[in-house]
């Protein structure tokens, strides 16, 4: 397999709250703590998980947007490696240049007092990429035509845009220094339905014309499973469970995973669903519960849970799951807890 | 169904005095909604489902101005029928049917709760401007219906403040406060929108429960087809406020019949079909000042470039099935033909 893209170690990012004059001891949040993954080029990897489970402080990190407390994040283009961990001053505009993010609301993400044009070119200048001015624009038109923008939309100021038209040109200046990886936080969760499958589109060719790499943050589970090729699921700071998407949403090895997808509702009323029911809510990342931080809401959880830490485990080679119950019955030919969940997994998938 | 409906909505048009003009919010919206009955409003932005709920407990800004001839008849709980939209802003009847009748939750709890005042006191206040009953009495009344909505210790939790519960419990206490007054319609705007998946699924058997204990109708408004379909009887879809359809949510889920229900039917991304491509509906919607003449869908719809009717006349909807409307000049061709 070719070397990867981006690779993740051990990735922990806190954050001291608190504390000072009088207010005693400073607590941590541990918003990431202890994430380790590889996305390859030309890949799709999705990031699910609850508010709260640190998804995108993890996307943050990767661009150096969020302080690294500790690990590796390594990001390779054209035969160099560019240690995003290490990186500072200079080294930090050419990871802009190669890494580039995708926001949630395009109405807060675009200056409402510079014109379309100047929005797309505005990176293209802040890196001096180009050396005049008919290049930049040369640059802008041709980037804002694969993104479907109208060029006669060029001028005008984004409040004449509706918000589908908005993430266009969010993408259209994410894609103008041609990066080769794209973080998308929740980048459709603010559009309509009829306007979101529309942008997904657009973000599916684009990826595979310029053969991008990306990180698609999301907390809606039936786009990711549409859109990504692999899927991590991240609770309280730690991912749980990767697998390729087909096989996440198939057979998901992780009780938490399973509740997640079996809580999704689906389109008709009348499918069969057995649902995992979840009671309670995301613990505080301040103080999470020990061993397995799931086991305050896991409905299978057993006394070893509470205490011991449970070890990353192979299901299969792209399979990954940490999770007791299905490290005790890997080695096992038939994983009985697999064989029973299965019966509890998405209907009719 | 035979039963007097509960609330009948009629012609109801709401417009917005704004800067650039005139905006059109809800245009000529009519339903019912029965005893008991779950009717979910589904729609896009700007299709008007919230200003039109809205407008049923005259919840409108002073900007917006509701048409002469809209009409929403209620049924009180003591049998009365009242215009909703003829009564006196400042009347005590319009303030007895909002909360004491007409119930309301949001998307948005913490937006909803004062922050400066605790749960209880300010489900105690609500209380107590529709029921004779003190204030002890009233914050027992508080403390049942917060644990009846399954909040953990009631008698703590009623001395918070909304920013000390989390997401899923505010919008516990909401509903709450929503309930103690026992109305007999509840409008549920978006209320799981900002929740993750696993709360939204337990806020949504939550309302299930309460509804069949106090057996009351609930409107319940949203964005996502796939949740409306999990709680309501009925659908309305709304598209820049108009209705396109409206039927029982198996036969719009399943048979949708107007194209504007289908193309966002085909939109939506499903686990159980992984494999198909998203098909998304053309275009953009309309900016409310630039209001398409006909059918309001027909600057979108795949078919209306080969009926020169789409657009120049506004569709009226028309019965596909007994219980079953949509609002289509190509439904209405097909009708009438078949009657030929």
New interface residues.
């Given amino acids: 397999m070719t070397s990867p893209i981006v690779s993740v170690r051990d990735l922990q990012v806190h954050y001291p709250i608190g504390g000072g004059f009088m207010k005693g001891k400073p607590q941590t949040v541990r918003a990431v703590d202890g994430v380790s993954f590889e996305i390859y080029p030309g890949q799709i990897f999705g990031l699910v998980g609850e508010s709260g489970s640190g998804k995108t402080t993890v996307g943050r990190a990767i661009l150096k947007a969020a302080p690294i407390t500790h690990g590796e994040v390594t990001l390779r283009v054209a035969d160099t490696a560019l240690h995003v961990d290490q990186l500072r001053g200079d080294g930090l505009k050419a990871l802009r240049r190669h890494a580039q993010m995708i926001f949630q609301d395009p109405y807060a993400s675009l200056s409402p007092r510079m014109t379309v044009r100047d929005i797309i070119a505005e990176p293209l200048e802040a890196m001096k990429l180009t050396r005049n001015r008919e290049e930049t624009d040369r640059r802008v038109r041709e980037v804002a035509e694969k993104c479907r923008l109208n060029l006669e939309h060029l001028r005008r100021f984004p409040h004449a845009f509706s918000g589908g038209q908005r993430q266009r040109i969010a993408i259209a200046r994410a894609l103008v220094s041609n990066p080769s990886f794209l973080v998308a936080d929740e980048a459709v969760a603010a559009l309509d339905v009829s306007i979101q499958a529309n942008i997904l589109n657009l973000l599916k060719s684009l990826q595979q014309d310029m053969n991008l790499a990306f990180m698609f943050i999301s907390h809606d589970l039936s786009v990711v499973a549409h859109f990504c090729d692999v899927v991590a699921v991240m609770y309280l700071g730690e991912i749980v469970e990767i697998a390729p998407t087909h096989k996440l949403f198939s057979q998901p090895a992780h009780p938490y995973t399973q509740a997640l997808l079996s809580a999704i509702p689906p389109l008709d009323p009348d499918a069969k669903r057995d649902r995992v029911q979840l009671s309670g809510e995301i613990p505080s990342p301040i103080t999470p519960p020990t061993g397995c931080r799931f086991h305050t809401r896991c409905p299978v959880a057993q006394p070893a849970c509470q205490t011991i830490k449970p070890e990353w485990t192979q299901i299969s080679g792209d399979h990954g799951v940490a999770c007791h119950l299905v490290a005790d019955h890997v080695d096992s030919t038939v994983p009985e807890h697999l064989q029973e969940q299965k019966k509890h997994a998405m209907p009719e998938c | 169904m035979a039963t007097d409906p509960l609330l009948t909505v009629s012609n109801l048009s709401v417009r917005f005095h704004t800067d650039e003009g005139l905006v059109t919010a809800v245009d000529d919206l009519s339903f019912a909604l029965q005893p008991g009955q779950t009717l979910g409003i589904v729609g896009?932005?700007g299709s008007g489902k919230s200003v039109s709920t809205k407008a049923l407990m005259r919840l409108l800004p002073d900007y917006a101005e509701l048409d002469a001839n809209s009409h929403i008849v209620y049924q009180t709980k003591k049998g009365a029928y009242v215009d909703i939209a003829r009564l006196d802003a400042r009347s005590k009847a319009l303030k007895q049917v909002r909360g004491g009748e007409i119930a309301m939750i949001f998307q948005e709890p913490s937006a909803a709760f004062s922050p400066l005042y605790t749960i209880g006191n300010q489900m105690i206040e609500g209380i107590r401007l529709h029921r004779d009953v003190s204030r002890d009495q009233a914050r027992k009344l508080a403390i049942e219906m917060l644990d009846r909505v399954g909040m953990t210790n009631p008698e703590l939790r009623v001395d918070q403040y909304a920013f000390q519960l989390?997401?899923?419990?505010r919008q516990r206490a909401m509903i709450a406060s929503a309930l103690v007054m026992r109305p007999a319609v509840l409008i549920a705007d978006e209320p799981t929108t900002a929740l993750?998946?696993?709360?939204?699924?337990?806020i949504?058997d939550l309302l299930k429960e309460l509804q069949q204990d106090f057996g009351m109708a609930i409107i319940f408004i949203s964005?996502?087809?796939?949740?409306i379909?999990?709680i309501a009887d009925d659908v309305l879809v709304m598209y820049l406020g108009k209705e396109m359809e409206t039927g029982p949510?198996?036969r719009i889920?399943?048979h949708p019949q107007h194209p504007y229900t289908q193309?966002?039917?085909n939109?939506?991304?499903?686990?159980?079909e992984?494999d198909r491509?998203?098909?998304?509906?053309p275009g953009?919607?309309p900016?409310p000042l630039e209001r398409p003449t006909g059918c309001v869908f027909h600057t979108?719809c795949p078919h209306a470039a080969d009926h020169p009717r789409c657009h120049t006349d506004v569709p009226i909807p028309a019965q596909t099935q007994p219980d079953h409307l949509a609002a289509c000049h190509l439904l209405t061709e097909k009708v009438l033909e078949e009657t030929v």
């Fill in positions: 896009e932005s989390s997401g899923g419990m993750d998946v696993t709360i939204q699924a337990q949504l964005h996502d087809l796939a949740v379909s999990q949510v198996r889920i399943r193309g966002l039917i939109a939506i991304p499903r686990l159980e992984l491509p998203l098909l998304p509906i953009d919607i900016s979108r």
